[in-house]
């Protein structure tokens, strides 16, 4: 099953055009439930993840792409560096982001991460 830090990525897709905004919500740092923190900025259009503390630092997990509230893209396990379809969703004034990676479409994990 995927982990925190599986789920971390975030996510690669098509469809959103335009400059990712550093201001945008899903940038900062994100508390893994298993405790790794992860750190996603912005990279042209779209926004990156890296591991930043815990077993699997220093590997990028993942890009997404969207705004506001609502994410997609490919999260990509640190452990096997596997990919799969996933989504982000923001939530709790900013404070929580709900994160679901999904293997072909119908075998789905969902988290919850917690802004630090």
């Known amino acids: 099953p995927l982990t925190a830090l599986a789920l971390a ?3 690669s897709s098509a469809g959103f055009s335009g400059i990712a ?3 945008d919500p899903i940038v900062g740092q994100w508390r893994a439930p298993g405790g790794g ?3 996603v900025s912005a990279c042209g259009n779209a926004f990156c993840a890296q591991v930043i503390s815990g077993e699997h630092k220093g590997k990028s ?3 997404m792409r969207g705004s506001g509230t ?3 893209g490919t999260v990509i396990d640190p452990r ?3 990919s799969y379809e996933g989504s982000a969703t923001i939530a709790g004034n ?3 982001l709900k994160l679901t ?3 072909l479409k119908i075998f789905c994990k969902t988290q919850t991460w917690t802004k630090i």
């Open 9 to 11: 990525a975030l996510l």
């Open 21 to 23: 905004n550093a201001a």
């Open 37 to 39: 923190i992860v750190k």
């Open 61 to 63: 997990v993942g890009t």
């Open 70 to 72: 609502d994410y997609t």
């Open 80 to 82: 096997d560096e596997k």
């Open 94 to 96: 900013g404070k929580t």
């Open 101 to 103: 990676g999904c293997a």
